[in-house]
């Protein structure tokens, strides 16, 4: 009687000490099992979307999108290096059509020291969920529906070709997803940072099943806004002003703004001075590595500096 009293002590007193040991490597283990399992959707359940995972949780790579740009301009280099300087990505990748990168610029890219990238064929979609896109703004369309699948597949930092990188986004990347979002605004697209399992994306591909084919920006911003986030803000990290997708056209292209390095990142709206910085157009019709040398507002500065150009005026 008494040694079975013992044994059953000891046993219990084993089976606790075995208890503990699995819990406590469990705690151990716990962050890296959640993010192993993020194919699940289900893994980021009851997120929080305002303290993020107590870890990185996005990959440190950097997306472009090229669709019929096999060359690349001075503007465009200048973004990629951006990206490369300022946020230090183990890899970029070009997600493009022609993957036969071309040019003075191409070039650069290529040969700057520790920019590891990588150039993924991706063929341009003609429709989403059956409806053709758009004719005139299929590039641009299809570049919207293909940003989303880039995410859900790899994860990482997407960047429009005109979106630059002022310093690093790494306290973003402990987020499901951070996207610029500001005040009575539609969402940015331009500068998005996800884990490929962040419940919005399946959300916002969804949302196209109804494409409003003749609105430049309702399916890409305007649509997953109001019909997803307006009822479920807390699928993203709100992003208001710093990724810098609201209108800066005055502050690049018109003036010298002394504060454009508290941004996390600035879309250039590049291919839109045609109409919103018309009187420099005359002067700057194009931004190359030769005249930026001599142009003193804003993105004079940010070029040159990510280029590697010095100002010897
Ligand atoms: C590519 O772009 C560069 C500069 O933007 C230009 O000088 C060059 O002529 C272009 N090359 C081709 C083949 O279009
Ligand atoms: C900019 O990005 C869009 C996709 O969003 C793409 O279709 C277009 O070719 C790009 N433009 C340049 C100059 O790379
Ligand atoms: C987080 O989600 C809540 C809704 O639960 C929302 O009100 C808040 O703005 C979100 N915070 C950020 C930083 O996005
Ligand atoms: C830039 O230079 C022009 C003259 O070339 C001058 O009129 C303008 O005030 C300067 N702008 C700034 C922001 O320094």
Redesign the pocket.
């Known amino acids: 009687m008494k040694y079975q009293l013992q044994r059953l002590v000891i046993f219990i007193g084993v089976v606790f000490l075995f208890y503990c040991i699995l819990l406590f490597t469990n705690s151990i283990n716990a962050p890296r099992i959640v993010f192993k399992q993020q194919h699940k959707i289900s893994s980021f359940e009851g997120f929080n979307n305002e303290t993020g995972a107590g870890k990185l949780i996005v990959p440190n790579i950097v997306h472009?999108?090229?669709?019929?740009?096999p060359n690349?301009?001075f503007v465009?280099a200048v973004i990629v290096l951006a990206a490369f300087k300022n946020q230090n990505p183990d890899k970029i990748m070009f997600h493009a059509n022609d993957v036969n990168f071309i040019g003075p610029h191409w070039d650069k890219i290529k040969s700057t020291p520790g920019l590891v990238y990588e150039i993924v064929k991706t063929a341009?979609p003609d429709d989403i969920f059956g409806q053709k896109f758009n004719e005139g703004w299929k590039?641009?369309h299809?570049?919207?529906v293909?940003?989303i699948r880039i995410l859900m597949k790899y994860g990482g930092i997407f960047l429009?070709?005109?979106s630059y990188i002022v310093k690093s986004l790494d306290r973003f990347r402990k987020y499901e997803i951070a996207i610029g979002w500001d005040e009575n605004q539609c969402i940015g697209t331009q500068v998005i940072v996800a884990n490929k399992d962040a419940r919005f994306l399946p959300l916002w591909l969804e949302s196209y099943r109804v494409y409003h084919a003749d609105k430049w920006y309702y399916n890409a911003g305007c649509k997953p806004t109001e019909e997803i986030l307006y009822k479920t803000p807390e699928l993203v990290h709100r992003v208001k002003l710093l990724f810098g997708v609201h209108m800066l056209v005055h502050n690049l292209y018109k003036s010298y703004w002394k504060d454009w390095r508290k941004q996390y990142a600035i879309h250039l709206l590049i291919?839109h001075r045609s109409y919103l910085d018309e009187e420099h157009l005359d002067k700057w019709p194009v931004f190359t590595e030769k005249n930026i040398v001599y142009y003193n507002y804003t993105f004079g500065t940010m070029a040159r500096e990510a280029y590697g150009i010095s100002q010897n005026r």
Request: glycine residues 4%; aromatic residues 20%; without cysteine.
């Open positions: 472009f999108i090229r669709f019929n740009k690349f301009s465009d341009i590039l641009w299809a570049g919207d293909t940003r429009d070709n005109d291919n």
